[in-house]
């Protein structure tokens, strides 16, 4: 079941990634998930767990790393377009 929650709120945290950077109209439920995911990883590694948490992960430095991951990976697709 945590495994459950963990993907809800990943997802949540992509979107949210996306929203802020304007990029989530173009993201999937999966590229969301990932991107929340992963970038709960990075943030929590980066800023580490403070703020409220959720499904064990720490919603401030998630949000933010989902923002680094998201601009990244929109960085290196717009590179690999042009």
């Known amino acids: 079941m945590h495994l459950i929650w963990e993907l809800i709120v990943g997802a949540i945290i992509g979107a949210i990634a996306g929203a802020l950077t304007s990029k989530g109209q173009a993201m999937?439920?999966?590229?969301?998930?990932?991107?929340?995911?992963?970038?709960?990883?990075?943030?929590?590694?980066?800023l580490g767990t403070w703020g409220p948490v959720v499904a064990g992960m720490a919603l401030i430095p998630s949000i933010i790393g989902a923002v680094i991951v998201v601009v990244i990976v929109s960085w290196i697709l717009s590179r690999s377009h042009n």
């Not at 999937?28 to 980066?46: D, K, Q």
Request: aromatic content about 10%.
């Open 28 to 46: 999937g439920w999966v590229a969301n998930i990932v991107a929340g995911l992963v970038g709960s990883w990075l943030g929590e590694s980066l």
